[in-house]
T-cell receptor
Framework: NAGVTQTPKFQVLKTGQSMTLQCAQD?????MSWYRQDPGMGLRLIHY???????DQGEVPNGYNVSRSTTEDFPLRLLSAAPSQTSVYFC?????????FGPGTRLTVT | DQQVKQNSPSLSVQEGRISILNCDYT??????FLWYKKYPAEGPTFLIS?????DKNEDGRFTVFLNKSAKHLSLHIVPSQPGDSAVYFC???????????????FGQGTILTVHP
């Protein structure tokens, strides 16, 4: 049971480039979400999904897209990276109240 | 509008003493509260939770207290150990509807350092 996995662990992008952060879980959880962690800001919700085919915006969705074609996968897309998107990104899945987080992706946009 | 606030960015405690981490919230629709612990280069992990119908929940060295009238909760760690050094996040969720329904809202985190 791998839990929640994220790839890549580290990424450096130039302003304007696009990329997809991958997230997968093997716990058959319906609820998945993406957070970003910034100093002094805690964990802020970007997008979430309550099941395959259903996504919704969180607190800071601008500049990010998501899709949920399967229960297992919940990729996060940056269409045109900006320096303000430099952050650590965490994917999480949940059944009930206990949420499981992946190890994170550290993204730097120059 | 920060609905969950941890006003102390850091806390330093001697090994064996009590650590008290505080959290305040503004949304009265929150009815479940959780604490997560995060080590560097790892994702947060669940530590302990409390329902809004209770005022205390205990799990080993960890106790969470909830004061609904003050919209305040605290995490007590007794005795503190060096391995407890981590970032602690408070989180809240609404289960009965409203804008907080189903979504975990986190505080800014408090860095706890336990000195040997």
């Amino acid at each position: 049971n791998a839990g929640v996995t994220q790839t890549p662990k580290f990424q450096v992008l130039k302003t304007g480039q696009s990329m997809t952060l991958q997230c997968a879980q093997d716990m058959n959880h319906e609820y998945m979400s993406w957070y970003r962690q910034d100093p002094g800001m805690g964990l802020r919700l970007i997008h979430y999904s309550v099941g395959a085919g259903i996504t919704d915006q969180g607190e800071v969705p601008n500049g990010y897209n998501v899709s949920r074609s399967t229960t297992e996968d919940f990729p996060l897309r940056l269409l045109s990276a900006a320096p303000s998107q430099t952050s650590v990104y965490f994917c999480a899945s949940r059944r009930g109240l206990e949420q499981y987080f992946g190890p994170g992706t550290r993204l730097t946009v120059t | 509008d920060q609905q969950v606030k941890q006003n102390s960015p850091s806390l330093s405690v001697q090994e064996g003493r009590i650590s008290i981490l505080n959290c305040d919230y503004t949304n009265s629709m929150f009815d479940y509260f959780l604490w997560y612990k995060k080590y560097p280069a790892e994702g947060p992990t669940f530590l302990i939770s409390i329902s809004s119908i209770k005022d205390k929940n205990e799990d080993g060295r960890f106790t969470v207290f909830l004061n609904k009238s003050a919209k305040h909760l605290s995490l007590h760690i007794v005795p503190s150990q060096p391995g407890d050094s981590a970032v602690y996040f408070c989180a809240a969720i609404g289960l009965a509807g409203g804008t907080s329904y189903g979504k975990l809202t986190f505080g800014q985190g408090t860095i706890l350092t336990v000195h040997p």
